[in-house]
């Protein structure tokens, strides 16, 4: 009798367990929403990369040659936390590429981005204890600028308490206005963290909210699916991935950073990286950069090509509405693109967008961008929306006939955009990490974005030249984490990728 009683109660037990959320077996999950890519935020994104040298941390530790490489832009991927008691909620970027978490302040009032997202009230929070410090993120095509603060913040169903984090008061980009996204959770080393602020991770090991020194990825890539994807903190769900991962140890802390192999593209080596170059797993970038002389290798083998008409629908479909707003707003039209952070006003003299600059309101001087073609492009519609306010015609019929002047423009070799009709006939491209094969098929590294008569396809390779001896560098973004569930184990310092399920 006494054995069946055990038996009994071991079966509702086992009944109970399957029952019971996630983070009853020591798993703690964030779900992710994912949003469209559009060209002009990935030729924002590559820009940014581009101005790397000019882009600074304050505050960050002196013992790292860290370089920064983030702008955010391209993230497609994001989720919700909470800060304060009781939680204000704010959607966030989980980013590997990163340390630090900002988000807007009720204490900003001058940045029109801050108006478009939640802001912290720290007034409203019982939890709330000040420390005042100022800091500054610059980021190449924008930055922020704010203090710290130490709140409570709620990740999944756990609360991280006494978090140290960045209430932003100033961020300088329409960029920001434009985002999904309210602020910015990273997740890399606190080598890297501005302030040496102790990232949300190490204190959610330090009070023991997670059984095992580990967070898992795993991206959904389908289009059409309403779940984006999950963070798992923690441990892993076997139910991401398929097969065993492959596990290679952190070369360098700061960003998640491991030794990659040779890359393959077909069946032919690229020689480059056969004794080893240094990549970093970034879950804030969606594609994958690379040297110059192997993305453009690649991207010869795929068919990329350069269109500037695909430039201008580009910025018709992402900025058209804003352009004819600002337009009937009574905005001047040398201004506008200036609003929309595509052009800079900096008389003949070039800066990135992470460079304050005193603009003469009084006289139109020589604009200029992070990306120039945007800008010219930019400036170009302003003209053919104004002459076509002059006529007084609608909105629809406007923005319809410009994207039909974009297709008459001329067609400069330049970007990597891809004929959609010729992917089935592509190569694979295979990275070599920890002497095993992981190739991505060109359904999974070629990006589709916009609709109707502004549908393009883009290479998910963009250049980015890092010298020795940090580089040669690749950033394995979104494109390749879609592709294999990937596992950042900070116990063991290594990270490891499976084939995605």
């Not at 940014?48 to 920064?68: G, T």
């Not at 190449?140 to 978090?163: P, R």
């Amino acid at each position: 009798m006494r054995l069946k009683h055990l038996l009994v109660a071991f079966y509702l037990w086992t009944i109970v367990s399957s029952l019971l959320p996630a983070s009853s077996n020591g798993l703690k999950r964030v779900t992710l929403k994912k949003r469209v890519l559009d060209l002009q935020t990935i030729k924002a994104a590559k820009m940014a990369r581009l101005a790397k040298y000019r882009e600074s941390h304050n505050l960050r530790s002196p013992s790292e040659d860290i370089v920064p490489l983030k702008n955010y832009l391209d993230a497609q991927y994001y989720g919700e936390i909470g800060i304060g008691s009781p939680p204000q909620n704010f959607t966030v970027i989980f980013d590997t590429g990163s340390s630090n978490l900002w988000v807007p302040s009720s204490k900003c009032y001058f940045s029109i981005a801050c108006y478009f997202h939640p802001r912290y009230k720290s007034s409203k929070s019982s939890t709330y204890t000040s420390i005042g410090e100022s800091c500054e993120i610059n980021y190449g095509s924008g930055s922020i600028s704010g203090f710290f603060s130490q709140d409570n913040v709620l990740v999944g169903d756990v609360v991280v308490k006494d978090q140290i984090f960045i209430e932003a008061t100033k961020e300088s980009s329409l960029t920001f206005v434009l985002s999904k996204f309210d602020g910015i959770l990273g997740l890399g080393f606190q080598e890297i963290s501005v302030g040496n602020a102790t990232p949300v991770w190490y204190n959610m090991v330090q009070q023991y909210l997670v059984d095992d020194e580990v967070f898992s990825f795993w991206l959904n890539r389908d289009p059409n699916a309403q779940v984006g994807g999950e963070i798992v903190f923690g441990g892993i769900d076997s139910n991401h991935y398929k097969g065993k991962h492959t596990y290679v140890p952190i070369t360098q802390k700061g960003y998640w950073q491991f030794e990659l192999g040779d890359i393959i593209v077909g069946n032919q080596s690229t020689g480059v990286c056969e004794k080893g170059c240094a990549a970093i797993v970034d879950s804030g970038t969606s594609l994958l950069a690379g040297p110059t002389t192997i993305v453009t290798e690649i991207n010869h083998a795929i068919g990329g090509e350069g269109v500037v008409s695909t430039e201008c629908k580009a910025v018709v479909s992402q900025y058209g509405n804003l352009i004819w707003d600002l337009l009937v707003a009574g905005v001047k039209p040398d201004k506008v693109c200036s609003q929309l952070g595509l052009c800079i006003f900096i008389g003949a003299e070039y800066a990135s967008g992470g460079i304050e600059t005193v603009v003469d309101k009084e006289n139109r001087e020589e604009s200029i961008a992070a990306n120039p073609a945007t800008c010219e492009v930019c400036e170009m519609l302003v003209i053919w929306v104004q002459n076509q306010l002059r006529q007084k015609g609608t909105k629809e019929k406007v923005l319809n006939y410009i994207n039909e002047l974009c297709e008459s423009l001329p067609s400069p070799a330049g970007e990597s955009v891809i004929d959609c009709n010729s992917i089935s006939s592509m190569p694979n491209i295979t990275f070599t990490i920890g002497d095993k094969p992981f190739t991505l098929t060109p359904d999974q590294y070629i990006l589709k974005t916009g609709e109707g008569i502004a549908s393009v396809c883009i290479s998910g390779f963009m250049a980015f030249d890092m010298p020795p001896p940090r580089g040669p560098l690749w950033i394995l973004g979104d494109v390749f984490m879609g592709a294999y569930h990937t596992v950042f184990d900070y116990g063991d310092l290594q990270v490891g990728f499976a084939e995605a399920a």
